[in-house]
């Protein structure tokens, strides 16, 4: 799949269910990969396009997001930007970056969102003049990532702060897990006709071999459980009526870890 408003986006699927994301600015020529699992679709790409790879941008260390960092970065001068946390090293990382830092990126610039949960270092990447989201394992389709390494305190805060960027972002998650997602959401909110014609849609999508990835932020706050912790129905079927939206997330998260 090949995205094109000002910038390209070239979505490459990998290992079982990963997705790695070439984006390239065509007036300066660069050309960020994000959270390379592998690097041979990485360079079957970059030149099947002719694009010179520049920038490595990795969410988080885990090794299926920077499996492709060492041989990638050989290419030539390509610079690797994450965020620098002693027990999450990642692999060939030039430039350490932190909430709030920007990334020069063709003629604008890249922000750095630390979206911590799933690890402690989990950082997103955040395009405001195209309104993209990567992500990485804060959010997916219909859900959200594990708690790996971050508390439940944490991963909360990061979903409500990508919860508030415009709805009509476009969010660019590291994995096809949609329809487990989908079904999980099912048993905690059933009545949601959004979320069963998303369902039905993302089925009919996964059966064509069609991609579910990238999705609107938008159809996240109408169906994404973890999204939504005000929902009475979710709050029902929990029996969290009256509790606190960080309760009740967390007891979502635990139930989708023994779905």
């Avoid at 990061?158 to 099912?186: D, M």
Wanted: hydrophobic share 40%; glycine share 8%; net charge negative.
């Amino acid at each position: 799949m090949i995205l094109k408003i000002f910038m390209d986006i070239v979505q490459i699927p990998v290992l079982k269910d990963n997705y790695v994301f070439l984006v390239h600015d065509p007036l300066s020529g660069q050309t960020a990969v994000v959270d390379p699992a592998e690097a041979a679709p990485v360079m079957d790409c970059l030149s099947e396009q002719g694009w010179t790879l520049t920038h490595i941008l990795n969410t988080h260390f885990h090794g299926d997001h920077v499996g492709g960092n060492l041989t990638l970065k050989s290419l030539g001068s390509v610079c690797v930007y994450g965020k620098d946390t002693p027990s999450e090293r990642i692999p060939g990382l030039d430039r350490a970056v932190d909430d709030g830092a920007t990334i020069p990126f063709g003629n604008g610039y890249i922000q750095v969102l630390w979206v911590p949960g799933h690890t402690q270092g989990h950082i997103a990447f955040w395009f405001e003049r195209e309104q993209w989201l990567f992500c990485g394992d804060t959010l997916f389709a219909m859900g959200c990532g594990r708690l790996l390494a971050g508390t439940a305190e944490q991963l909360w805060a990061s979903l409500k702060r990508i919860r508030a960027l415009p709805p009509k972002t476009l969010v660019f998650c590291a994995h096809e897990y949609t329809l487990k997602n989908g079904l999980f959401a099912q048993t905690v909110e059933p009545n949601n006709v959004l979320l069963k014609r998303r369902v039905s849609r993302s089925q009919h999508q996964r059966s064509m071999g069609i991609a579910t990835v990238p999705f609107l932020l938008e159809e996240e706050l109408a169906t994404n459980p973890f999204l939504r912790v005000y929902s009475p129905e979710i709050r029902h079927h929990l029996n969290l009526t009256n509790s606190s939206d960080l309760e009740v997330f967390r007891v979502l998260r635990e139930r989708k870890d023994h779905f």
